[in-house]
């Protein structure tokens, strides 16, 4: 398994665009998170699925945020008309729902938006 | 809300001696407690974790303290290598659900 990947790793937008970003987990995980995270701060909390479904939502930071996980596979975040204040750097994890090591987080390297 | 915290921005350790990296958090209740390494333009790694029912967990070089009572927790290398260079995040929650991360200790081993 190559681990948990996303894309873009960068992305540059003007403020009022449309972004979506993609998240792959591991294959065997079923559970998965986005995180967003800002300069010199830890990773926040921003929503997860477990399979296809959205089990904790209402830590996205506006109604412009939305996150989708169709076939219980990859994910999508999408972030309505932007913001320059939604700069940071977006990150994905995954993990077993269910076991020993189930509060093991997998991260993927995070795809960077930059809002001008 | 800052549930955990980890008050020392960055930490500077001469190879061979010991690292101690503090964190600290505010809810009784969370029942795990993870230590992630971070490299630039990387994820997060998970390195290490300990549960609410124990009080010292090892790995290897890596050892990780809770004490309940303060709501504290350290993880600490021995012995530190220059290669161990990077940004260390406790994150503490619940099992199986979200886990609130600190802000981060900056890390640098001197050879």
């Known amino acids: 398994d190559t681990g948990v990947s996303q894309d873009p790793r960068h992305k540059i937008t003007k403020r009022g665009q449309n972004v979506t970003f993609r998240c792959d987990p591991i294959s065997e995980h079923n559970r998965l998170y986005w995180y967003r995270q800002t300069l010199g701060q830890g990773p926040e909390f921003l929503t997860y699925?477990?399979?296809?479904?959205?089990?904790?939502k209402s830590r996205l930071l506006s109604d412009r945020f939305s996150a989708e996980r169709p076939k219980g596979s990859f994910s999508t975040l999408e972030i309505q008309r932007t913001e320059q204040g939604d700069s940071a750097m977006y990150l994905c994890a995954s993990s077993l729902a269910f076991g020993s090591n189930s509060y093991e987080q997998y991260f993927g390297p995070g795809t960077r938006l930059t809002v001008t | 809300d800052q549930q955990v915290k980890q008050n020392s921005p960055s930490l500077s350790v001469q190879e061979g001696r010991i690292s101690i990296l503090n964190c600290d958090y505010t809810n009784s209740m969370f029942d795990y407690f993870l230590w992630y390494k971070k490299y630039p333009a990387e994820g997060p790694t998970f390195l290490i974790s300990?549960?609410?029912?124990?009080d010292k967990n090892e790995d290897g070089r890596f050892t990780v303290f809770l004490n309940k009572s303060a709501k504290h927790l350290s993880l600490h290398i021995v012995p530190s290598q220059p290669g161990d260079s990077a940004v260390y995040f406790c994150?503490?929650?619940?099992?199986?659900?979200?886990?609130?991360f600190g802000t981060g200790t900056s890390l640098t081993v001197i050879p």
């Open positions: 994150a503490a929650g619940f099992t199986g659900n979200q886990f609130y």
């Open positions: 300990i549960s609410s029912i124990k």
């Open positions: 699925f477990q399979n296809e479904a959205q089990l904790e």
